[in-house]
């Protein structure tokens, strides 16, 4: 969008341009700037695939959703502390249970796999409103790191 453009695009490269067609410094500049603005932390994760077990299936479903924005926004729970989610039996992928942090985490899924996801997850959807791109780009950033 073109107000987009002008609110967050960058010039990384110093060339006087704000040139996210051709320049990839400018390019990934401009997204890390419109990510910072939108709520990502370099201090935190996106989030992390859980395992919901059929028996816990039920409870986890009955968090209730978002009753607002994109559809993606509107596929997270509330937020809950990462201590609730374990009450209600969600685990790691491991089985264990779910470390004693302190932030709150929304859950995502699909009935076959889920994820407990934090703010950085919602300014991925800021930037695209989509699950499938938001969870792609999380766990890429994973493998990254």
């Not at 990839?24 to 919901?52: C, M």
């Amino acid at each position: 969008m073109p107000s987009t453009y002008l609110e967050f695009a960058q010039d990384f490269d110093g060339d006087g341009r704000r040139d996210i067609w051709e320049s990839q410094a400018d390019v990934f500049a401009s997204v890390a700037h419109y990510l910072k603005e939108h709520g990502w932390s370099d201090k935190s994760t996106w989030g992390r695939e859980v395992k919901v077990s059929k028996a816990v299936k039920a409870r986890v479903d009955a968090v209730s959703r978002r009753p607002e924005g994109c559809r993606a926004v509107r596929a997270l729970s509330k937020p809950m502390a990462l201590k609730e989610w374990n009450k209600l039996g969600v685990r790691t992928l491991s089985g264990g249970a779910l470390p004693a942090a302190t932030a709150d985490a929304s859950m995502v899924g699909d009935g076959a796999r889920y994820f407990l996801v934090y703010p950085n997850y919602e300014a991925l959807l800021a930037y695209n409103c989509a699950t499938s791109y938001a969870i792609s780009i999380g766990m890429l950033s994973d493998k990254l790191k």
